[in-house]
């Protein structure tokens, strides 16, 4: 079975850019999470992905946008990057069925620095 | 108010002997889940033990065990004979609504508590 699986692992980009996280669902798993976590702090819900559709968003700006695609992977897009962007980002996968526990299982980070 | 409360910001254990970590939530939703994860300096949070609110019976998972008080609304973490490789942060989070169906599964996380294992 395999993992949840992020990519890039590091990034490193400039005030005012744009930039694309991508995440693998492990497999079976048809729900994506996404959190941002900051240096010394609990990770932060952004947006959840069920069925290629958003399905529940934390309280951040429209800036922070997202896919999911057919085969369950996801990619979390930052426009007009600033400085408190940089963080840990974590790509959380579950299987959304009634009855279950939906636990996520997240990958290993990407961890971006806006300069 | 904070949903979630890990009023340890740090533990230290010796090798072999059990740990308690502290965990208290706040919602008004009958039904919710409560998970522990263990995230060490790499970053990967790794999932542990998972309650669900109408469970009779304290979850088990291996050396972890919670120790849930729905009365109280604690969800504490007992990792007996702890490891030198238990050393990392542990976090607490909650679900707010029941699992799958059409409510998404947001979960909030408390601040997290330090776990240092010393030899």
């Known amino acids: 079975e395999t993992g949840v699986t992020q990519s890039p692992t590091h990034l490193i980009k400039t005030r005012g850019q744009q930039v694309t996280l991508r995440c693998s669902s492990q497999s079976g798993h048809n729900t994506v999470s996404w959190y941002q976590q900051a240096l010394g702090q609990g990770p932060q819900f952004i947006f959840q992905y069920y069925r290629e559709e958003e399905n529940g968003r934390g309280n951040f700006p429209p800036r922070f946008s997202g896919l999911q695609f057919p085969n369950y992977s996801s990619e979390l897009n930052v426009n007009a990057l600033e400085l408190d962007d940089s963080a840990l980002y974590l790509c959380?996968?579950?299987?959304?069925?009634?009855?279950?526990?939906?636990?996520?299982?997240f990958g290993p980070g990407t961890r971006l620095t806006v300069l | 108010a904070q949903k979630i409360t890990q009023t340890q910001p740090g533990m230290f254990v010796q090798e072999k002997e059990a740990v308690t970590l502290d965990c208290t939530y706040d919602t008004s939703d009958p039904s919710y889940g409560l998970f522990w994860y263990k995230q060490p300096s790499s970053g990967e949070m790794i999932f542990l033990i998972y309650?669900?609110?109408?469970?009779?019976q304290n979850a088990t998972e291996g050396r972890y065990s919670l120790n849930f008080q729905k009365a109280r609304k604690s969800a504490n973490l007992v990792i007996s004979a702890s490891q030198l490789g238990d050393s990392a942060m542990y976090f607490c989070a909650m679900r707010e609504g029941p699992a799958g169906g059409t409510s998404y599964g947001k979960l909030t996380f408390g601040q997290g508590t330090i776990l240092t294992v010393h030899p």
């Open positions: 959380a996968s579950s299987a959304t069925l009634a009855g279950g526990t939906d636990t996520q299982y």
């Open positions: 309650q669900g609110s109408y469970d009779q």
